[in-house]
């Protein structure tokens, strides 16, 4: 959780900073763009001023030209007719003058001339009145002796329309005197057309207008766009103030400006791309370099931690690389190695010329090295020698180029060594297993030739004592007694040589003769020995033999050495004076069966001392014994003939006293 917290908190702060890093541009362009705006705005607000101080000194100049004008028709004392030619050539010439009339001293005209460019329709009682602006003018212009202007004022035209009017009264002064007065005047209409508008552009528009914004004159184009922008100046004139305005309309600024700021947005646009793709670029150039990092890194590991000795080769034998196993198997540090050529300094000297030889063939390309590799010897910088292994294939570069050789080496020194332990220890094993087989057989021998031997000696002194019967000649009875004990002995006799033969056959574990015996056979080949041995210790044999079994499948000699020696340890179990009764149950009957084969089972059970736990868990370990004369092979021999017929035995502990000994033979099909 708290990772992913962590992840989520990295990709906030990325993209905030993004986000801000776009606010930032957007911000600046935003800003270029309305100074960019206000700049254009400031400089078109600069050029309409300088047209309008421009137009007012172009009118400041024609009327003071006029001035001079009308100054010069009275020039030389004129009569009446000869200024009035004068007066018309000047209203000719001169468009913006309407009318120039000769006053005298009471304002009465003398004289007058009209333009001939438009029909007025003077009204000579309005011109004549003591409180007409004509008046007004003309008493200023008497008081400060230069010429004076009146306010403006409409003057109606015979088509219905009109026009706004400017008079200018110049005294007439000469020696001191006032003689009259020049009175002209001007249609304001006229001096925007004149003398204003050839210098006006197509979206500006001028007019005179009086100090409350009334229009007076206007001239220009019709109002267009969205932007008007606005400029005012003072005309002021000796007696009255005119103020004349020019506007100029401007079409709605684009979004940019200008070039500039078109130029500087792109820019921006391709900075901002570029730092994107820069970015992304690092980022993946980061976590490449990163992969190849722990790409690296693992490989370093891998080579390090290798226990197989790594070396490079160029084409021409020259060691390129070593890693840290090889070093330590032949005892050189890697700067040692690296860059040498044959002789190398691992090879023995006594093998240097035909290592080199076998290394030119190699890299010639002669001969390809083995597979499953080859063995070598090596020679440590201590002057060791040990065997390696070799394994070399052609070096192959990203191009598919050849550019050299890989070896792997392993030490089998310590593989050798092992293979030599084991070889001689695989032949002390054989002489030992002989040995032990020559050994095993005496002992069985010795150990189940005791019988017999133990038999035929009794019968031997039993027929002795008869034949040296106290009376000299024995007893005509007795020497039948003697003739069955020599009987005995010559079936003891015959009984131990084939006792030899079945331990011979057994020890070599030869395929044993395997013949049909019913148990009563089996018993009464043994049931003698066994009496024998049971009247000594006084031990009363019972037998019980279930009805109507089938015949045992077994080697017979063998299976009744077993049954003599499981009788024979019975009895020796209770042999001690305590025990009483002493009985022997030997048993057979039929054991638990399939379909497939069916079995007999034997037990010979005794009422004697019982076996206790620790002498259970080593029974039928060969050589084990608790009798001082014991051999210790009995029950070994007896597990091992029955397990060899395919049958198994055991032993219980039976009730009240004793030991039960079973096992099972497999019956005649
Ligand atoms: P040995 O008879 O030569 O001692 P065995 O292998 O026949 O060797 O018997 C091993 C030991 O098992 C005997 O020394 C004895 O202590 C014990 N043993 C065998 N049979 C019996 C038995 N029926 N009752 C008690 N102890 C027995």
Redesign the pocket.
Known sequence: MPRRWRRWVGAWRRWSLWMLLVALVVSMLVTLVWLAGRYEASQVQTRLERDTQDAVADIRKAFAQNIQSLQALQAHNPDLASWESRAAELLSARRELARIEWRDTQLRVRAHSETPYRPLHWDPAARSGTHSEIALACSNARRISGPSYSSSYFQPMPDGMGGEMLEVCLPLIDEGRLQGFLVATYALQTVLVDLVAPGLQRTQEVSFTEADGTRLALVGAMRRGSRMFTAQQLFDLPGTTLILRMDSWHTAPSVFPNVLTALVTAMSIALVSVLVVLVRDNRRRLSAERDLGDALAFRKAMEDSLVTGLRARDLHGRITYVNPAFCDMVGFSAAELVGQISPLPYWPPEHAQEYGERQVVRMSGGLHPPREGYESTFMRKDGTRFPVMIYEAPLINAHGLHTGWMGSFLDVSEQRRVEELSRTSQERLQATARLATVGEMASLLS?ELNQPLAAISSYANGSLNLLESPGGAPDPHDLDDVRVAVQRIAQQAERAGRVIKSVHDFVRRRDQSRESVAAQDLFDAVLPIIRLQARKLDVRVALDIEEDLPPALCDRTMVEQVLL??A???M???DDPQIHPRILDLRVRRAASNVARSWLEFS?A?M????SED?AAR??T?F????A??????????RTVVEQHGGFME?APRAPR??V?TFTLPATP
Do not use: K, W
């Open positions: 150990h020696n499981l024979r340890n019975a020796q179990a209770m010979v005794d004697g001392v019982g076996i002498v029974l039928f060969p084990y014994t608790t009798r004369e014991g051999m210790g092979l009995g029950l070994s021999l007896c032993h004793g030991t000994f």
